[in-house]
């Protein structure tokens, strides 16, 4: 968790830094707008361009605004020029991403009709954690270094995968009362654990053996392929 914390903190502290850059970027912007107004002979009711870009005497971009096909964005970029925060505008909702110097996603924040969305990523750009926000229910999600979702929690469940990206357990409620399942390397449920008992089934769904807990006492059962009962106890 601390590992998390420190990742969120860092986040948080860039976001500030951003966030003035992005400030200072737009008081440059009405600057030059107005220049650009007071110095021609008559007053420009309307500034018409399909982009702006901002650099220094030697011609190194650090800032620009530009209209795409996929929407309006500011890109803001370091003293190597390599870009490290881009704002945007998209038919989907807007969205800021952050990268690290190597050029790489760090992180993202995207506001989509269903609620918002936080993506943390290591030092290579793969997505680790995503945090999502909806209108009754929250969501948190991690992966493993080669983006394979591992494990999702939310208000409601605990899902855990493999390697693969493969769901392989789940804990949940069912009827208000918690549910575990375990599912194989193809996805099938192959266990079911609740109150009320164990439960194996094969490949085709077919349980196959049940322990069960019932007011007069345990029962174990095993089933063949068709669903008979091969043994009972008690």
């Known amino acids: 968790m601390t590992s998390i914390e420190e990742r969120l903190g860092a986040l948080e502290r860039n976001m500030r830094r951003y966030r003035m850059a992005a400030l200072i970027l737009a008081l440059v912007l009405v600057m030059i707008i107005s220049a650009a107004a007071y110095s021609s002979s008559e007053v420009m009711d309307v500034v018409r361009c399909k982009g702006l870009v901002i650099e220094d005497g030697q011609g190194k971009v650090y800032a620009m605004f530009q209209v795409t096909k996929e929407g309006i964005g500011i890109f803001l970029h370091d003293g190597q020029g390599v870009m490290r925060v881009k704002l945007g505008m998209l038919e989907a909702g807007p969205g800021i991403v952050f990268y690290n110097p190597d050029g790489k996603i760090g992180?993202?924040?995207?506001?989509?009709?269903?609620?918002?969305?936080?993506?943390?990523?290591?030092?290579?750009?793969?997505?680790?954690?995503?945090?999502?926000?909806?209108?009754?229910?929250?969501?948190?999600?991690?992966?493993?270094?080669?983006?394979n979702l591992r494990l999702t929690l939310d208000g409601q469940s605990l899902d855990l995968g493999d390697a693969n990206g493969k769901q392989r357990a789940l804990i949940t409620t069912k009827d208000n009362k918690p549910v575990f399942y375990l599912f194989d390397p193809n996805g099938r449920r192959r266990a079911k654990l609740d109150e009320e008992g164990l439960t194996l089934t094969d490949v085709n769904g077919r349980r196959r053996a049940m322990l069960m807990l019932y007011d007069g006492g345990p029962s174990f059962s095993i089933f063949d392929d068709q669903g008979r009962v091969l043994f009972q106890q008690p």
């Open 107 to 147: 992180a993202s924040l995207d506001m989509f009709e269903v609620g918002p969305k936080l993506s943390l990523h290591d030092a290579q750009g793969t997505r680790r954690i995503g945090i999502t926000i909806k209108e009754n229910a929250q969501g948190l999600s991690f992966y493993d270094s080669s983006g």
